[in-house]
């Protein structure tokens, strides 16, 4: 099984500045990443998938990279609605997918 | 707009059978693979099993093989993830996906269930 590890566990940012998560695989898996937004009491929301690609309608401050073990996903300038927790989540071998442990980003 | 409607909170004991439903629209619902995961109180995600509603082609997490039945009926469009006797380390939310052509991706997810199992 291909083990996901996500850090750090929080990451505390003010509004405006950068926040940059990071996710690595226990053996690579190419580009085969996403990204997932999690608010409190809501579903995940799809990010990023294939490690960079952005979903249509989703911010730009928003961007994913990395491939084989080591990605990041990189949120340019932290608005109130980007306090979340985060997962990344690999989709190597059809149909397994597994998932970090997640990031929170809060509020500094 | 494509969304995922899923059906609402349970509180169940163990020994008890359940079956939730996660109902589709605004797309073909046989077109696309349709997952679930379930997220345990407090913890992170997991994928539990995927359908393709078009054959019932059905797929399950090693780890939950046996422990789950997932099923579809497409003259509905809905998905069904059932338990047929449930246990107290059941409980969380369960949460419906479509999925991506490229993989295991939820792109559109059900708001979620919350399953309480409890003597």
Redesign the interface.
């Known amino acids: 099984e291909i083990v996901m590890t996500q850090y750090p566990a929080t990451l505390s940012v003010s509004p405006g500045e950068r926040a940059t998560l990071s996710c690595r695989a226990s053996q690579s898996i190419g580009n085969s990443l996403v990204w997932y937004q999690q608010r409190p009491g809501q579903a995940p929301r799809l990010l990023i998938y294939g490690a960079s690609t952005r979903v249509t309608g989703i911010p730009a401050r928003f961007s994913g990279s990395g491939s084989g073990t080591d990605f990041t996903l990189t949120i340019s300038s932290l608005q109130s609605e980007d306090y979340a927790v985060y997962y990344c989540q690999q989709y190597k071998n059809w149909p397994i997918g597994t998932f970090g442990q997640g990031t929170k980003v809060d509020i500094k | 707009e494509v969304r995922l409607v899923q059906s609402g909170t349970e509180i169940k004991q163990p020994g008890d059978s359940l079956k939730i439903s996660c109902k589709a629209s605004g797309y073909t619902f046989d077109t696309y ?1 349709i ?1 679930w995961a379930r997220q345990m109180p407090g913890k ?4 539990m ?2 359908i393709y509603p078009g054959d019932s082609d059905t ?1 399950y ?2 780890s939950l093989q046996g422990q789950v039945t997932i099923s579809a009926d497409k003259s509905i469009s809905t998905a069904y993830l059932q338990w047929n006797s449930l246990q107290a380390s059941d409980s969380g939310i369960y ?1 419906c ?1 479509r999925l ?1 052509v ?6 559109s ?4 269930t919350l399953v309480t199992v409890s003597p």
């Open positions: 693979w997952a992170g995600l997991e994928w099993g995927v797929r997490s090693p949460y996906a991506l490229q993989g295991i991706i939820g792109d997810w059900g708001q979620g």
